[in-house]
């Protein structure tokens, strides 16, 4: 990850922003390098208010994102919510896990018993969730959205193999008409396959997730998911976890945001054409959106989406300012 950058992949970075430059509607300007994120320290400070001044964008394609350790949450218990420490090392084991994905060096033995990754911790995110709809007729479910995971799941009736607790009913595949088993033979189950564990049960197709410090194993199915009421996706491809655990408690489930075929947006991509953003709440006393679809703004800047991993959305840091100042850090390092 931290090798000097080539001039092949320079070029390979020029010609993503040069089709980005193409795309981008009325030939305004589009900035590719540099965009300065400023944090205030406030934000990381915990509070015990939801605050509900902060309201959802109301576009047609977003849901409320809040923090599953903080009051906005419906199902965190702040009992269980981490300290600030314990947030921060999360994070490190995050990184940690995402950079031997990455290094592809983790000999990979699955869950289901022929593979297994040995990816030292979570590949989930920081505990942000969504609502979203399964199933006919549709129940809500609380779920972890993901960038860094590509298959969308929840905990199914009736647990096999066992379920960790969470707040929202199971979702139970008997009660819906819509839920439909894929078969080993189908095009999903093939691409599980790539990514991850995946099996064969009397012809239905069976996959295996892990990640480091939790897992899902069950069946793959296709399922009506409702993202808001005018957008409903038939035979969408979840995974219905018959066991499952791991720090996921409370919730019921996972949204997979990442760029594999399986993943959220290319499964919406006719509806969506592959765009979302979000915004996560700027404490977790507040909420934030998660957006699908819609116009990209004239006044949205651009950076390439790194081509050094397929799997994973990266980015290229030019550098660190602290109070406007650069620090010396050496490009390379990044
Ligand atoms: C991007 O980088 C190039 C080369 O380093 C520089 O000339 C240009 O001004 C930068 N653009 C922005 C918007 O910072
Ligand atoms: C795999 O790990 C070993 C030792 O940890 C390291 O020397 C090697 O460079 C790694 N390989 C890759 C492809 O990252
Ligand atoms: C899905 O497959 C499992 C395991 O074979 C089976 O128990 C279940 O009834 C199937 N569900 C449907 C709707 O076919």
Redesign the pocket.
């Known amino acids: 990850m931290a090798t000097p950058t080539s001039p092949a992949f320079l070029l390979l970075l020029l010609h993503v922003f040069l089709f980005l430059l193409c795309t981008t509607n009325k030939g305004h300007t589009v900035s590719a390098n540099e965009t300065t994120k400023t944090v205030h320290a406030n934000s990381l400070l915990p509070s015990s208010v939801c605050d509900q001044s902060n309201k959802v964008i109301n576009r047609a394609s977003s849901l409320k994102v809040v923090s599953k350790y903080g009051p906005c949450s419906a199902t965190g218990d702040p009992k269980t919510f981490p300290s600030a420490a314990e947030i921060v090392l999360q994070d490190e084991l995050r990184v940690k896990s995402i950079r031997a994905r ?4 983790s000999s990979t033995t699955s869950v289901l018993g022929e593979k297994k990754t040995t990816i030292p911790s979570t590949r989930y995110g920081g505990g942000y969730t969504v609502a979203v709809g399964l199933g006919t007729p549709k129940k809500d479910f609380s779920l972890l959205f993901d960038t860094g995971s590509d298959l969308t799941w929840t905990q199914c009736e009736p647990c096999l193999g066992g379920c960790f607790p969470q707040k929202d009913e199971k979702f139970d595949p008997t009660k819906s008409t819509s839920y439909k088993n894929l078969s080993c033979l189908s095009e999903p189950c093939k691409s599980i396959a790539k990514e991850s564990a995946q099996g064969c049960s009397s012809g239905t197709c069976l996959y295996g997730v892990e990640y480091g410090s939790g897992y899902t194993i069950g069946f793959l199915a296709t399922e009506t998911l409702t993202i808001t009421p005018s957008d409903v996706f038939e035979n969408f491809v979840i995974g219905c976890g018959e066991q499952n655990d791991g720090k996921f408690s409370g919730e019921a489930g996972l949204l997979g945001l990442g760029r594999s075929s399986i993943a959220l947006p290319s499964q919406t991509s006719l509806k969506y054409k592959n765009l979302f953003s979000y915004c996560l709440p700027a404490s977790s006393s507040s909420a934030g959106h998660l957006s699908f679809g819609g116009e990209v703004s004239n006044a949205a800047k651009f950076t390439p989406i790194t081509t050094k991993f397929k799997e994973l959305y990266g980015l290229d840091v030019a550098g660190i300012s602290v109070e406007g100042r650069k620090l010396a850090i050496d490009a390379s390092l990044f």
């Open positions: 990455l290094s592809m060096n």
